[in-house]
């Protein structure tokens, strides 16, 4: 068989799971190069083999096989022209379908990476290898129908059906007692009380007989899927006993006793375990399993009441209807007076009707111990799960709370505690909860990865290290990452500082300032990791080499210098794409830097050469300056020796001279700038 080979790149196609890529998801400013070469990257290699058969060349010519390969190792930008020569290399070692398959089976497309790396769930563990065929058949024919196949005890048919036998079994229990008491069952509805009741009978009775003994169980960490097994595990248990018993054809005795005997239908209410089992399986599965415990609370509380009300009608029947105070006396709706008077005594609400005999005070009696008792145990109940509900909340509150308290006591200045209360309040707003370490904890180590993992994948996705390195990477690190949340204009990073963590942006934006922190060198989005220069020690580089802020509210992950490390040591090729990119960083700032020096100095060299032309321009000014001076200073002198000349010849005309006029003098000489006549003016 000849084998034709076509092979050419192709950019790849996006997952419906991946949002889409940002423009810098590598930290590198928009405006660097590398830039469009590092999103090329993740180039798909696409082969389209082509079989050819000698003797079905027609057919097997029509036969396209098309492969898609990821761009394995090294980091794939600098591989480029090498990628023809290694998909080569990876279709060789390709595994051709064998030459009698004359059916050529398209393999499935390669999965997104990051996306692989996540185990599935494993629920139920198949023991079988036949398991998955089973589960594919288990999804395309209704598994209650099929009665050959095992139910999945969590599978959302058998919950399905949980909630069909709850229904018949609460027909049952409020119904059961209800007809037995009230006379809520004439002659001319008994026809359709019977068809509820053998429907109901008909669900027991699948139940018991087909869903119950097909149902998986686990034994010994490994879930048991044979028919055989199943039934023998069904057959072992009390609930199988109870099934059985509260299917008893009691009411074939109704034919002796007449069909008003519904209390014969007894045993019905024995199926008590599904009506559990459903409420379990419903909190397992629901996001807020929260309201279906208050709801089987309130199903409690009300049958409860209900029984009450049963006991105290049949109680009133027995002594007389309206035969006392006490008794019910027969006006308006039995059942919503009795389920009145029931509400009444059990919540120990209102005014109950003062018991006249015996039986009446043993009956009052017994209603408000149950309502003591029961009702106090359901309340708490109830408290209990709101406050589970609401416990991380709560604890929330109690952490600012305390937070807030600590610093008014310390007297910090108003803007820092708002800070941090902002800060609070934004943290919340992203983790929802301030113990994710504490809960992750309690998992086991693979589980707990697989956690974070799906938790995070959104950012991780987004990040190039990731992409161009190999899945262990990810699940390595992925435990170490620590989120942290930042303020607007927060310090993320300082220059010089001795860098300890490196950073990946989760969401929000955070900007590289130039050396004097007034020019923005780059603007890192999600995905885009910094702070990593220092943690590698290039050249000896232990400082931080820039500033880095939070331009809005920011989260990252910190990873910490030990745990990369402790990844670098094991993953080479990521430390070799961190110091490609951490060395070309260092190059283009040591460029901005020469280039912002030489424009500093040519700023220097014409602002010298303004300043000397400056000082001889002053120094010309200063001459002529003060040569006006001189000639203006004469001048004021000469005229106002004239005017004290004017004056003083106008004072010896009068021979008067008063105080208000000596002082005149006195300003006009003072003005002028010359001395005070020594002349004394005064009358004589
Ligand atoms: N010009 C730049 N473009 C993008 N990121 C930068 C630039 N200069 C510095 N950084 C990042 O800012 C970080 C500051 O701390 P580090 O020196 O540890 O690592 C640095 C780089 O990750």
Known sequence: MEIKVDV???????????P??????????????????????RSNIETKSELQDGQNKDRDLSQLQKVQLFSPSPPPAYKSENDITQADTELKEFKLPSSNDNSPTIPPASEDKLDAIIETPQSPVPSSPSYHQKCQKFAQLSALRDLFV????????????????????????????LRATFPYQTPSNTSI??????????????????????????HEGFWVDDLAETRKNYRKKSQYKFDVISLLPLDLLYIYFGTNKVILRFPRLLKLQTFWEFHQAIDRVLASPYVVRIGKMLFYIFYLIHLNACAYYAMSDYIGLGSNGWVYDNQGSAYIRCFYFATKTATSIGKNPKPENTIEYLFMTAAWLMGVFVFALLIGQIRDIIATATRTRTEYRKTLDGSRSYLRRLNMPVTLQRRVASWYDYTWSKQRCFDEPRILNSLPSNMKRDVALEVHMTTLSKVQL??????????????????VCFLPGDVVVRRGEVGHQMYIISSGECCVMSQDEKEVLATLQEGSVFG?????????LRRRTATVRARGYASLFALSKSDLDAALKHHKQAAQVLRIRADQIIRENAARQTKQRMIRLEAKKSVSIHEDEGIVRRRLSNTSTSSNLTIEGARRQRSASALSKRRLSAVSESGVVDQNQAATLAVTCDRARTPVPTIVLSGE
């Open 8 to 18: 050419h790149t192709v950019h790849p196609a996006r997952t419906d799971r991946r």
């Open 20 to 41: 889409p890529q940002p423009k810098a998801t590598w930290c590198t400013p928009d405006s660097t190069p590398i830039h469009t070469t590092l999103t090329k990257t």
């Open 150 to 177: 095992p139910i999945d005890p969590q599978g959302p048919h058998y919950i399905s059906w949980l909630f069909i036998m709850t229904i018949s079994y609460s027909y049952n229990a409020w119904c059961i007692v």
């Open 193 to 218: 009380w019977m068809a509820c009741d053998y429907l109901s009978d008909v669900m027991y009775l699948l139940d018991t007989v087909f869903v119950k003994p097909r149902l998986m169980f686990l």
């Open 466 to 483: 990731f992409r161009d390195c190999t899945d262990s990477l990810l699940r390595d690190l992925v435990l170490q990452l620590r989120p």
């Open 532 to 540: 990593e220069i220092s943690l590698l020690g290039i050249d000896g």
